[in-house]
């Protein structure tokens, strides 16, 4: 059954009567209004099929008459990180990826109650991965974008999300573009712990997707313990077990943080960027193009990388990166997370004023994103939006950001109200960009 946003009112008289809705905030998500597409499912009772709602919500780009793909930002486990799925395909700058690529975001949120295991959704087999695919076919009707469901896709997934964009790649690897497993990885091997949880092996053609696995330093690998310790373990597994073939798979270890992302995008972004740049077709019928043999590099756990063909090492125990950019900006990562960004961001454009209130437009930065706007009146600063941007997961934006990535409600508008404006004046306004290094539009 597909629900779209206007049946609003059915929408939420179906969900609360049934066993399987989520309770508030976590019912609570933007509008969806053109460039913004969302379809809801209810919860199946056959078997297979999936056991609880979901909604996927989608981002079209401006100006884009055939898609060339589609990333998907999958958040995790839990009410929380269901939450946190209501706003991913409102992110600015993973929106900004998708532009330059020609290509859709898109964003679940499964509507997991605490009564229900989580690997009922992040197996895909569990009924989730054909929801997904009937929500390409649906929303591209919707979009006027039928090729949705023949584009590539590029798969980010935190946590159960990681487990489901690992399954999913090992599932359709000529399918998928690249994928980014943020702390979480496929089920290689019977977890005693999650029974119901199936093995799934590797596919020969799966070592041709580029795929990083990414997570916290406190998850397994300097923290021996705790909630998350088996995180690095099974990640070390399926990234020697894919190099052992000779597949494309790195690691990236944040030395920050635990299961919260943190500043994870300002390595992911860059990384999906040479990866979709080397793999996408001109035309999504055309099919995935392999990534260039001779511009990889090759790394080690211990944070040095080499070109592939000067990689001192054996190459089967390598981490595999996609170009020598990327690979800088990986071992800063490993270092400190602090990746720079030499280039200043789009400049704001179609500044409007309406009396006291100022309204803008504005790209995001693609290597660092927005921190924040500066606005000035004749010349003179009269204030920032946000007043004072924070972000307890990482650098300070322009959107905040959520545990799995996403940013925060209400979402941050562009707009400024000039409380000091003079009546009978007709001041000049000034609106500049900040991005996350704190480099000016202008």
Same mark, same amino acid.
């Given at each position: 059954?597909?629900?779209? /946003?206007?049946?609003?009112?059915?929408?939420?008289?179906?969900?609360?009567?049934?066993?399987?809705?989520?309770?508030?905030?976590?019912?609570?998500?933007?509008?969806?209004?053109?460039?913004?597409?969302?379809?809801?499912?209810?919860?199946?009772?056959?078997?297979?099929?999936?056991?609880?709602?979901?909604?996927?919500?989608?981002?079209?780009?401006?100006?884009?008459?055939?898609?060339?793909?589609?990333?998907?930002?999958?958040?995790?486990?839990?009410?929380?990180?269901?939450?946190?799925?209501?706003?991913?395909?409102?992110?600015?700058?993973?929106?900004?990826?998708?532009?330059?690529?020609?290509?859709?975001?898109?964003?679940?949120?499964?509507?997991?109650?605490?009564?229900?295991?989580?690997?009922?959704?992040?197996?895909?087999?569990?009924?989730?991965?054909?929801?997904?695919?009937?929500?390409?076919?649906?929303?591209?009707?919707?979009?006027?974008?039928?090729?949705?469901?023949?584009?590539?896709?590029?798969?980010?997934?935190?946590?159960?999300?990681?487990?489901?964009?690992?399954?999913?790649?090992? /599932?359709?690897?000529?399918?998928?573009?690249?994928?980014?497993?943020?702390?979480?990885?496929?089920?290689?091997?019977?977890?005693?712990?999650?029974?119901?949880?199936?093995?799934?092996?590797?596919?020969?053609?799966?070592?041709?997707?580029?795929?990083?696995?990414?997570?916290?330093?406190?998850?397994?690998?300097?923290?021996?313990?705790?909630?998350?310790?088996?995180?690095?373990?099974?990640?070390?597994?399926?990234?020697?077990?894919?190099?052992?073939?000779?597949?494309?798979?790195?690691?990236?270890?944040?030395?920050?943080?635990?299961?919260?992302?943190?500043?994870?995008?300002?390595?992911?972004?860059?990384?999906?960027?040479?990866?979709?740049?080397?793999?996408?077709?001109?035309?999504?019928?055309?099919?995935?193009?392999? !990534?260039?043999?001779?511009?990889?590099?090759?790394?080690?756990?211990?944070?040095?990388?080499? +070109?592939?063909?000067?990689?001192?090492?054996?190459?089967?125990?390598?981490?595999? /990166?996609?170009?020598?950019?990327?690979?800088?900006?990986?071992?800063?990562?490993?270092?400190?997370?602090?990746?720079?960004?030499?280039?200043?961001?789009?400049?704001?454009?179609?500044?409007?004023?309406?009396?006291? !209130?100022?309204?803008?437009?504005?790209?995001?930065?693609?290597?660092?994103?927005?921190?924040?706007?500066?606005?000035?009146?004749?010349?003179?600063?009269?204030?920032?939006?946000?007043?004072?941007?924070?972000?307890?997961?990482?650098? +300070?934006?322009?959107?905040?950001?959520?545990?799995?990535?996403?940013?925060?409600?209400?979402?941050?508008? !562009?707009?400024?109200?000039?409380?000091?404006?003079?009546?009978?004046?007709?001041?000049?306004?000034?609106?500049?960009?900040?991005?996350?290094?704190?480099?000016?539009?202008?």
């Amino acid at each position: 059954m597909t629900i779209r /946003l206007g049946f609003t009112f059915l929408l939420l008289v179906i969900a609360y009567s049934s066993g399987y809705a989520q309770q508030p905030p976590y019912d609570v998500y933007p509008a969806a209004e053109t460039p913004y597409y969302r379809v809801r499912y209810e919860a199946s009772t056959q078997p297979g099929e999936l056991s609880m709602p979901v909604k996927y919500t989608i981002w079209i780009p401006s100006g884009v008459d055939t898609l060339r793909g589609v990333i998907v930002h999958q958040h995790g486990c839990g009410e929380g990180s269901c939450k946190s799925g209501l706003t991913g395909a409102y992110d600015l700058h993973w929106q900004a990826l998708a532009q330059k690529h020609r290509c859709a975001l898109m964003a679940p949120s499964y509507e997991q109650p605490k009564e229900l295991e989580c690997i009922l959704w992040c197996d895909p087999r569990n009924g989730s991965g054909q929801a997904f695919q009937n929500a390409l076919t649906d929303l591209g009707q919707m979009s006027g974008h039928p090729e949705l469901t023949k584009v590539p896709w590029a798969l980010w997934g935190h946590s159960g999300g990681a487990v489901w964009v690992g399954t999913m790649t090992l /599932l359709y690897p000529d399918q998928v573009a690249a994928t980014w497993l943020r702390s979480g990885s496929p089920v290689l091997t019977p977890l005693p712990d999650h029974p119901s949880a199936k093995v799934i092996e590797i596919p020969s053609k799966a070592h041709n997707v580029p795929m990083m696995s990414n997570l916290g330093t406190e998850e397994g690998y300097t923290v021996k313990e705790g909630r998350f310790a088996k995180v690095w373990p099974a990640a070390q597994q399926f990234w020697k077990t894919v190099r052992s073939d000779g597949g494309l798979f790195g690691v990236a270890i944040d030395p920050l943080t635990g299961h919260q992302c943190g500043n994870q995008r300002y390595l992911a972004i860059p990384w999906f960027d040479a990866c979709l740049s080397a793999r996408l077709p001109q035309h999504y019928s055309q099919p995935l193009l392999n !990534m260039p043999p001779d511009q990889g590099w090759l790394a080690t756990i211990e944070g040095k990388a080499w +070109p592939a063909a000067a990689f001192p090492g054996d190459d089967t125990e390598a981490i595999w /990166l996609p170009g020598e950019s990327v690979a800088k900006a990986w071992k800063v990562y490993m270092d400190n997370t602090e990746i720079s960004d030499a280039t200043p961001p789009p400049i704001p454009t179609n500044i409007q004023v309406s009396g006291q !209130m100022i309204r803008w437009e504005c790209d995001a930065d693609l290597e660092s994103g927005i921190a924040h706007f500066i606005i000035l009146r004749d010349g003179e600063e009269i204030g920032t939006v946000p007043e004072n941007p924070t972000n307890r997961f990482g650098r +300070p934006l322009f959107q905040g950001l959520q545990y799995s990535d996403t940013p925060v409600q209400p979402l941050q508008k !562009m707009e400024y109200y000039d409380s000091t404006a003079t009546d009978g004046n007709s001041p000049t306004y000034q609106v500049i960009a900040v991005n996350t290094v704190g480099l000016q539009s202008n």
